[in-house]
């Protein structure tokens, strides 16, 4: 019991320091989803050039999402034209280059780990599009784009598929601040958090135990500890099978990363085990659902090399630019509730999360929320995606007429 209560006291400080950057990120996510229409997103990813490519980065982050959410939505926009690669470069955005991930990174582990994620993702989606385009057969394209079109349920189907961005015209202050940008932003805050709830807790329950019952003798023997050299070249390749294993996606994987990085595991390692919550085993299965057994196996041996040379990438950099902190400093949090700045953080951001979730349930958020997992978008105007605009329509319409 005393072991049990020791990895629940370990999971509760990570939870209550986190918790105000995680209402942060999400906050600053749902006010850009909300004034952001997806119905502009696949005219802009029709081929694979570069320029495309950073587009597509640039909505995916905008878009921040759920790993399963992240690889619905990806499917979706596949199925209206989009390219596949593009489709992939914004899939992998949308779950690891999002403010609240880099948030949570800088305050567990350093900005150092914030910056190494945002220079790893674009070097992981620029190596992903050479290895698509030296590897990815016309025929695997098509056979995985007749699968798609199959629309196989695969998770986080409906919210994926809803649009809740303001109809209305005008700027983007003056969308924002209507009633009806009000309404759309507290729908995404809270359906965001729906999204990762399972996977944050998971998480966060797993690097607790993680943190409480696995020596660190076992961690310095796994990551070579006291052989730099190997340390560093085993780091990137062991880290994206951890995350595998892990079960654990989405920014439910940062707790467990702050126990690898203190158990010994490489910089570069972390990184590429951060991005591997778009390869986790329920993922793959549904890459499988998606777009053919072929092409999940293509998909997870080009995401998986990618991961390394990113994580290898990053490490030699860093290193060589001398911005690895001190892994001996490292630390997992575990002083629990304390009168500082984090504590007076979390009460104001807790208030800003109480204000969106009472306007979330007076507009009839509840119902979206039962959507969440819905059936895949078809394409057709009976579509969640249609539905929900309507639905956002007739919230803010009501609300109206409550004030």
């Known amino acids: 019991m005393h072991a049990v209560l020791?990895?629940?006291?370990?999971?509760?400080?990570?939870?209550?320091?986190?918790?105000?950057?995680?209402?942060l990120g999400f906050a600053l996510s749902a006010i850009v989803q909300a004034v952001v229409r997806k119905s502009t997103v696949v005219s802009l990813l029709g081929d694979d050039r570069p320029r495309t490519l950073a587009v597509a980065?640039?909505?995916?982050?905008?878009?921040s999402s759920c790993s399963y959410a992240a690889v619905a939505l990806a499917r979706s926009l596949f199925r209206k034209g989009a390219d596949f690669t593009a489709a992939m470069a914004f899939e992998i955005a949308s779950t690891n280059l999002v403010v609240e991930l880099g948030v949570i990174l800088a305050l567990l582990m350093g900005w150092q780990f914030t910056a190494a994620e945002f220079v790893g993702g674009p070097i992981m989606i620029a190596l992903l599009a050479v290895l698509f385009r030296l590897l990815l057969r016309a025929r695997l394209l098509r056979q995985a784009r007749e699968q798609a079109e199959r629309g196989l349920a695969g998770s986080m189907e409906g919210h994926a598929a809803m649009d809740m961005s303001v109809r209305g015209e005008g700027s983007f202050t003056r969308r924002l601040l209507s009633r009806e940008g009000f309404t759309a932003t507290s729908h995404v805050f809270v359906m965001e958090w729906a999204a990762i709830l399972r996977d944050l807790v998971v998480g966060l329950l797993i690097a607790g135990a993680v943190a409480a019952w696995v020596p660190d003798s076992f961690w310095r023997t796994f990551f070579f500890e006291g052989h730099p050299l190997a340390a560093k070249l085993w780091g990137p390749v062991v880290g994206p099978l951890v995350a595998i294993a892990s079960f654990v996606c989405s920014i439910g994987n940062v707790p467990l990363a702050v126990v690898l990085w203190k158990g010994g595991i490489s910089f570069g390692g972390v990184v590429a085990f951060i991005f591997a919550d778009l390869l986790i085993l329920p993922i793959l299965n549904i890459y499988r659902k998606y777009y053919g057994a072929r092409m999940a196996?293509?998909?997870?041996?080009?995401?998986y090399l990618a991961m390394v040379i990113a994580g290898y990438v990053v490490e030699f950099a860093f290193g060589g630019l001398g911005l690895i902190p001190d892994q001996a400093a490292a630390k997992v949090p575990m002083q629990g509730v304390n009168w500082n700045y984090t504590t007076w953080l979390n009460i104001a951001f807790l208030v800003l999360a109480a204000v969106l979730l009472v306007r979330f349930?007076?507009?009839?958020?509840l119902s979206m929320v039962r959507m969440m997992g819905g059936a895949p978008d078809t394409g057709r105007d009976h579509t969640a995606h249609t539905q929900h605009g309507h639905h956002a329509g007739d919230h803010a319409n009501l609300d109206e007429e409550r004030q």
């Open 6 to 23: 020791h990895a629940l006291s370990i999971t509760g400080s990570m939870t209550w320091e986190i918790t105000w950057a995680l209402i």
């Open 361 to 365: 349930w007076r507009t009839g958020g």
């Open 57 to 63: 980065a640039g909505l995916g982050v905008a878009s």
């Open 297 to 303: 196996v293509f998909l997870l041996g080009t995401f």
